[in-house]
């Protein structure tokens, strides 16, 4: 199921980023990166989506160990995601 989600979201990237035009002038058209503003939220936003729909059940079994007051791997990896966005 999940290839299904990643695999559209994979390919409107990479099309994404060989398409786009590499000097562009206005304000959504700022760069990110080397790439156009709005790629760069168009990237937070389907990351997002998809690290929610792939780990919710890292999630759910995390939460249901925090509210057991336990801790197992699913603590690990579902603090792993956020952690290089400073979230965590």
């Not at 168009?42 to 079994?61: D, E, K, Q, S």
Request: hydrophobic fraction near 50%; charge should be positive.
């Amino acid at each position: 199921m999940a290839l299904i989600l990643w695999f559209p979201l994979e390919l409107t990237h990479w099309l994404l980023t060989l398409f786009a035009p590499a000097h562009s002038v206005g304000p959504m058209h700022a760069m990110a990166g080397g790439h156009p503003l709005w790629m760069a939220w168009l990237g937070l936003i389907t990351g997002t989506l998809a690290v929610t729909y792939v780990g919710a059940g890292f999630y759910r079994g995390a939460w249901n160990g925090l509210k057991h007051r336990t801790s197992n791997m699913d603590t690990l990896i579902a603090l792993a995601p956020p952690s290089p966005t400073g979230t965590a």
